[in-house]
């Protein structure tokens, strides 16, 4: 799971690095970095997509530990009675732990299927906000250049002079604000014209 945020985070932030356009050199290529900790962090969609997928996950482990828990028990008490049953009880009851493990099997491999898929439309919905922002700040910035920094990576010291986290935060953060804001006013419309022509 962290490995996946790690990867969304770096769609992220390759798609949201634009800051005020910084001339570095005397060519005056412009670039800047963005923080992918910063980014994960400070992104209020990307938290909350986070705690989606954990709650997600949470309820499958559940769920499947329930289920694990159950055959256990049942295969114990097979265990207890076994002595006291036929060879013919015995195939039965086998076939049936086999058949009830099959069964489990197949649920969290069905389970862990549904978790991934979720994943990659999570993670295709934040590379579109990033899009939709890098478009805006690499010609308000005019950078030639956008880097990922994130601690242990390739880029050892980074000035934070060229650090566009904050501003590329704020953007998504506003974008999806103005996006919710306008999902919330167009059902309570909705539901007054509905209100309106029953009358």
Known sequence: MKKFFLAIASIALLASCQQPALENTDKGIRLAYVRIDSLQSQYNY?????????????????????????LQENIELYQQEAPKMN?????VNEADLRRVQQQYMAIEQGAQE?????????????????????????DELNLDFILLYEEGGQIIFANTEYDITKRMVTMLNAKRDELTEGMETIPSSAVSEDSTSEE
């Open 46 to 70: 990307f938290q909350e997509l986070v705690l989606e997928l954990q709650a997600e996950e949470a309820e499958i482990v559940t769920e499947l530990q329930r289920r694990q828990q159950s």
């Open 87 to 91: 060879a013919r009880q015995r195939e």
């Open 114 to 138: 549904r978790l991934m898929v979720k994943q990659n439309a999570l993670t295709t919905q934040m590379r579109e906000d990033m899009n939709v922002a890098i478009d805006v700040l690499k």
